[in-house]
């Protein structure tokens, strides 16, 4: 934290490039292979540096390992070379975990669910009854805690499953295209919801998205993935300032980065198939 301190609370916020070369490392990803099987590479020398405070979307096309790389990240699985380097042990044992479908047991009741992660640590629902408004609070979804899965909407679903990552309180937020299925107003508002969440627990997110303006509008870094085997062919930067709202999506800022976020992509696909 030493290394950030003195830096003007504007410029941190900014996420400029100085400021975010300030921010310690909270884990790296170390020239990391996963193969599976004995012939399905699915990443290839993947190395990323994830610094306290970033917001980094990770952009590519189906099957170029993004999922892979955050379930190495999650300690689902194990690298077959290389290594995921934890610089913050606080961040790996308070991970929270969003999947791209809710995955809430069917019949268990909202607080319940969210529940989960406190009481696989042993915590009563008693003694995290607070813990567990919170985090509705901070969805949404105060006074739905006897609600059952079946009688919410999609996005109320995933609502609840991003309450469940958040009530461990963590330190950095791993998030698996969790608005994929979602239609594009409810997309919207999620996006927004997220940064304010983001904001109030001033946590790190990593975030798996096939979109490109998701992508700009979430991330202060985006990653640009090579298709399989997955790797890091470009990485650009979002320097505009948070919070961002519904006037930063038609601003020529937001379509400028639009534009070379797409383009980014559109020469990583057409290197990847002159390689080939």
């Given at each position: 934290?030493?290394?950030?301190?003195?830096?003007?609370?504007?410029?941190?916020?900014?996420?400029?490039?100085?400021?975010?070369?300030?921010?310690?490392?909270?884990?790296?990803?170390?020239?990391?292979?996963?193969?599976?099987?004995?012939?399905?590479?699915?990443?290839?020398?993947?190395?990323?540096?994830?610094?306290?405070?970033?917001?980094?979307?990770?952009?590519?096309?189906?099957?170029?390992?993004?999922?892979?790389?955050?379930?190495?990240?999650?300690?689902l699985m194990q690298p077959t070379r290389g290594r995921v380097r934890w610089?913050?042990?606080?961040?790996?044992?308070?991970?929270?975990?969003?999947?791209?479908?809710?995955?809430?047991?069917?019949?268990?009741?909202?607080?319940?669910?969210?529940?989960?992660?406190?009481?696989?640590?042993?915590?009563?629902?008693?003694?995290?009854?607070?813990?567990?408004?919170?985090?509705?609070?901070?969805?949404?979804?105060?006074?739905?805690?006897?609600?059952?899965?079946?009688?919410?909407?999609?996005?109320?679903?995933?609502?609840?499953?991003?309450?469940?990552?958040?009530?461990?309180?963590?330190?950095?937020?791993?998030?698996?295209?969790?608005?994929?299925?979602?239609?594009?107003?409810?997309?919207?508002?999620?996006?927004?919801?997220?940064?304010?969440?983001?904001?109030?627990?001033?946590?790190?997110?990593?975030?798996?998205t096939h979109s490109v303006f998701e992508s700009v509008f979430l991330s202060?870094?985006?990653?640009?993935?090579?298709?399989?085997?997955?790797?890091?062919?470009?990485?650009?930067?979002?320097?505009?300032?948070?919070?961002?709202?519904?006037?930063?999506?038609?601003?020529?800022?937001?379509?400028?980065?639009?534009?070379?976020?797409?383009?980014?992509?559109?020469?990583?696909?057409?290197?990847?198939?002159?390689?080939?």
């Open positions: 934290m030493a290394d950030g301190a003195n830096l003007p609370a504007a410029d941190f916020a900014a996420g400029t490039p100085r400021a975010r070369a300030a921010r310690p490392v909270i884990l790296s990803l170390d020239h990391v292979d996963k193969v599976f099987g004995t012939s399905v590479v699915a990443l290839r020398d993947m190395a990323l540096e994830v610094r306290q405070g970033d917001f980094i979307s990770l952009l590519g096309p189906s099957g170029c390992g993004k999922s892979t790389a955050l379930r190495l990240i999650s300690g610089e913050d042990p606080q961040a790996r044992d308070t991970l929270g975990v969003v999947f791209q479908e809710p995955t809430l047991m069917p019949w268990a009741t909202v607080a319940e669910n969210v529940w989960l992660p406190l009481r696989l640590r042993g915590k009563s629902r008693a003694q995290v009854m607070p813990d567990i408004a919170e985090a509705l609070a901070m969805v949404g979804l105060t006074g739905f805690e006897n609600a059952y899965p079946r009688e919410l909407s999609g996005g109320m679903k995933m609502r609840v499953s991003i309450a469940r990552a958040l009530v461990t309180h963590p330190r950095l937020i791993l998030m698996d295209e969790p608005f994929a299925a979602l239609d594009e107003i409810t997309r919207f508002k999620l996006n927004n919801d997220l940064l304010a969440m983001r904001e109030k627990l001033d946590c790190t997110v990593i975030f798996v202060d870094r985006i990653v640009i993935m090579a298709a399989r085997p997955g790797r890091v062919i470009r990485e650009l930067a979002v320097d505009a300032p948070y919070p961002r709202d519904a006037a930063f999506r038609t601003s020529t800022e937001y379509v400028a980065h639009c534009r070379a976020a797409s383009e980014a992509l559109a020469e990583a696909m057409q290197g990847v198939a002159h390689e080939g």
